[in-house]
């Protein structure tokens, strides 16, 4: 099947798991999980920082990738940047 819209759709076609969450965009870049230092590069802090950050509950959610292994998806990044957006400039 070749790359189509929801609006391309009929009601009668049938969709692998796969072809629905690409449809949808599901998956993909946004749910790629990201290792703590890397996580930590594109939000512009060190490694040490970035850890200092997740500790104190402060930043984005993360993903138990193993007992001791932790990671960031890039939607849950992206909506920690969007929470501490600011609108205006501090006084």
């Known amino acids: 099947m070749t790359a189509m819209t929801l609006q391309e759709i009929q009601p009668d076609t049938v969709l692998t798991f796969a ?5 949808i965009g599901v998956g993909g870049e946004q749910d790629r999980v990201l290792s703590i230092p890397e996580w930590a590069k594109l939000a512009g ?6 850890r200092e950050v997740i500790d104190s509950g402060k930043g984005p959610r993360t993903v138990q990738l193993s ?19 600011r609108r205006k ?3």
């Open 67 to 85: 007992p001791n292994r932790i990671g960031v998806r890039v939607c849950d990044h992206r909506v920690w940047l969007t929470v501490r957006t």
């Open 19 to 23: 072809q629905w969450c690409e449809l």
């Open 89 to 91: 400039a501090a006084a």
């Open 45 to 50: 802090f060190s490694e040490k920082t970035g």
